[in-house]
């Protein structure tokens, strides 16, 4: 158990709805980073917030939302949802700005759209 | 950009044995760190080992070792007494060290099966 937990476990819906995905992470990390895993793209780094702030951005589709609240979990929204956003989402946190250098990643979320 | 290569999508070793899982990468940082992941059926991604580009000192984490070289941008993980439950998936990762982006960017991953 990392410690990151992210709801729900699984998620299914249909093309042009939107869902929200929550990470909550470890105790005292100040990062959350969201990644996408899917067949086609692999691993894919989306977006990073740390303390609130968004610190960095990656391959995240306008039609993608992120943010970091005062109680440091994140929420990652999706909308008009496409079959090809069917994918494994994923939320790591780490210490600080990432000091040490890893990752630690939540259960993740895989979304089903149909 | 930085880049993670692994050019094998599969691999196969016998219970008790030794195997080596390849990835190489490319980059113009001089300070970064290197990750090996699993991720075995229950799709978490679990954090194996960890190489800081500054030491020379190859990590080890008891049957996990690296073979790091940095002027190959070379970074292969070695798992000694191979046990069923090593197999999973591998990913092996870059992050830089300075900068404000601490990304995590991933290799396509190879498929390690243990037979026994």
């Known amino acids: 158990d990392s410690g990151v937990t992210q709801t729900p476990k699984h998620l299914i819906t249909a093309t042009g709805q939107r869902v929200t995905l929550r990470c909550s992470p470890r105790s005292g990390d100040l990062s959350v980073y969201w990644y996408q895993q899917s067949l086609d793209q692999g691993l894919q780094f989306l977006i990073q917030y740390y303390n609130g702030e968004e610190r960095a951005k990656g391959n995240i589709l306008e039609r993608f939302s992120a943010q970091q609240f005062p109680d440091l979990h994140s929420e990652l929204n999706l909308s008009s949802l496409e079959l090809g956003d069917s994918a494994l989402y994923f939320c790591?946190?780490?210490?600080?700005?990432?000091?040490?250098?890893?990752?630690?990643f939540g259960p993740g979320t895989r979304l089903t759209v149909t | 950009a930085q880049t993670v290569t692994q050019s094998q999508p599969e691999m196969s070793v016998q219970e008790a044995e030794t195997v080596t899982l390849s990835c190489t990468y490319d980059t113009s940082e001089s300070d970064y760190y290197l990750f090996w992941y699993k991720q075995p059926p229950s799709r978490q991604m679990i954090l194996v080992i960890r190489?800081?580009?500054?030491?020379?000192q190859n990590a080890t984490e008891n049957r996990f070792s690296v073979n790091f070289q940095k002027a190959a941008k070379s970074f292969s993980l070695k798992i000694s007494d191979s046990q069923l439950g090593d197999a999973a998936m591998y990913f092996c990762a870059y992050r830089s060290a300075t900068g404000a982006n601490s990304k995590l960017t991933f290799g396509k991953g190879i498929t390690l099966s243990v037979r026994p």
């Open positions: 190489q800081e580009a500054y030491k020379q």
């Open positions: 790591a946190s780490s210490p600080r700005g990432g000091v040490g250098g890893e990752q630690y």
